[in-house]
């Protein structure tokens, strides 16, 4: 049973921008950290962003800062990746996964299918 869908990725060229969404179906992510991470060919796994519902608050990756936002929308359940100025480099399989205290210790009660993000010229 998927929990999480993402969804939103694509071909881009450099310099473009995708918005990534992560819907949940079955619970709610009022009370959850919510985290972004990719997986590229040939390198390891790697934490994109993340957000605690809790209290808001917000952490990114050096490599995304000041590129890429993510946001809740507790009325659609869902959670959001803007990525902007987008790179060859974030190139990869994006995940999103959910869980109490996500952000800081990344043991997921919940997870899903990813969504393919290329950039390219």
């Known amino acids: 049973e998927v929990q999480l869908q993402a969804s939103g990725g694509g071909l881009v060229r450099p310099g473009g921008s995708l918005r990534l969404s992560c819907a949940a179906s079955?619970?709610?992510?009022?009370?959850?950290?919510i985290g972004w991470y990719r997986q590229a060919p040939g390198k390891e796994r790697e934490g994109v962003a993340c957000?605690?519902?809790?209290?808001?608050?917000?952490y990114y990756v050096e490599s995304v800062k000041g590129r890429f936002t993510i946001s809740s929308d507790n009325a659609a359940n869902t959670v959001n990746l803007q990525m902007n100025d987008l790179r060859p480099g974030d190139t990869g399989v994006y995940h999103c996964?959910?869980?109490?205290?996500?952000?800081?210790?990344?043991?997921?009660?919940?997870w899903g299918q990813g969504t393919q993000v290329t950039v390219s010229s």
């Open positions: 957000i605690d519902n809790r209290d808001g608050r917000r």
């Open positions: 079955g619970f709610r992510f009022d009370d959850l950290a």
């Open positions: 996964l959910a869980g109490p205290e996500y952000c800081s210790d990344g043991i997921a009660d919940y």
